[in-house]
C-alpha cells in the first residue's frame, strides 16, 4: 500500500502562497494523487488530483516530479477560510481487481492568519 | 436536495440503545462508503459498497451493521455501542470503483455521542 508523509502542521497569513509537500515513494504506476481538505465537524472535500507534471484548477496547483515519488499542492494567496486540515492520498489498485480505496493520514492542519 | 446528506447531525445514544444513521446520494453514484473519524485521528474506511453489494468490511465490529437497499442510500445499523464508539461518522460515494483515479463525496457527517 503507498504510504503518504505530510508535515502535520504548518502556519501561514493571508494573502501568502501555501505550499504543502507530501511525500509517497510507494507509489503504484497506476496511482493517481488526490488532496482533499477538511473543515472541522464536515467530510472530506475533493481539491485536485493528478498524474504527473502539473494540475491547476480554480482552487490550487498541484506539482508532481517525474519520478512521482512526492507532490506539492500549492495555494495561492490563502484567505483564514481557508485554515483546514488538507490530505495527501494515493489511490490503491488492488491488483486485477477494481476495488481501489483513498487511505487518509493525518493529514496537514494549516492555519492562516491575519 | 444536491450531494451527499446524512441524517441525523447529531445523535447522542446510551450503550442500550438501537439507532440507524442515514446517508443518501443524489449523484448518480454507484459506490458508497461509511468511515469514522474520532478526535485527533485519520479517518477510518469502515464498509464499501458497489452497487448494493459490500465489497469490503475492514475488521469492524459486529455492533456496526451496514445496509446498502439500493445504490442511492446506505444505513448504519447501531447498536450496543461503547463509549469509545463516540466519533464523527461520514459517508461517501464515487462514481465508482475503478481503482486508481476516483473522487470521493462526503456528506457532513453524523456526530455520534455514546453515553
Known amino acids: 500500500l503507498a504510504k503518504t508523509t505530510q508535515p502535520i502542521s504548518m502556519d501561514s497569513y493571508e494573502g501568502q502562497e501555501v505550499n504543502i509537500t507530501c511525500s509517497h515513494n510507494?507509489?503504484?504506476?497506476?496511482?493517481?494523487i488526490t488532496w482533499y481538505q477538511q473543515f472541522p465537524s464536515q467530510g472530506p472535500r475533493f481539491i485536485i488530483q493528478g498524474y504527473k507534471t502539473k494540475v491547476t484548477n480554480e482552487v490550487a496547483s498541484l506539482f508532481i516530479p517525474a519520478d512521482r515519488k512526492s507532490s506539492t499542492l500549492s495555494l495561492p494567496r490563502v484567505s483564514l477560510s481557508d485554515t483546514a486540515v488538507y490530505y495527501c492520498?494515493?489511490?490503491?489498485?488492488?491488483?486485477?481487481?477494481?476495488?481501489?480505496?483513498?487511505?487518509f493520514g493525518q493529514g496537514t492542519t494549516l492555519q492562516v492568519k491575519p | 436536495e444536491t450531494g451527499v446528506t446524512q441524517t441525523p447531525r447529531h445523535l447522542v445514544m446510551g450503550m442500550t440503545n438501537k439507532k440507524s444513521l442515514k446517508c443518501e446520494q443524489h449523484?448518480?453514484?454507484?459506490?458508497m462508503y461509511w468511515y469514522k473519524q474520532s478526535a485527533k485521528k485519520p479517518l477510518e474506511l469502515m464498509f464499501v459498497?458497489?452497487?448494493?453489494?459490500?465489497?469490503e468490511n475492514n475488521s469492524v465490529p459486529s455492533r456496526f451493521s451496514p445496509e446498502c437497499p439500493n445504490s442511492s442510500h446506505l444505513f448504519l445499523h447501531l447498536h450496543t455501542l461503547q463509549p469509545e464508539d463516540s466519533a464523527l461518522y461520514l459517508c461517501?460515494?464515487?462514481?465508482?470503483?475503478?481503482?486508481?483515479?476516483?473522487?470521493?463525496?462526503f456528506g457532513p457527517g453524523t456526530r455520534l455521542t455514546v453515553t
Open positions: 459498497y458497489s452497487l448494493e453489494e459490500r465489497v
Open positions: 492520498l494515493v489511490g490503491v489498485s488492488h491488483g486485477s481487481g477494481n476495488t481501489g480505496k483513498l487511505i
Open positions: 449523484l448518480g453514484h454507484n459506490a
Open positions: 510507494n507509489i503504484a504506476t497506476n496511482d493517481y
Open positions: 461517501a460515494s464515487s462514481q465508482d470503483l475503478r481503482g486508481a483515479s476516483y473522487e470521493q463525496y
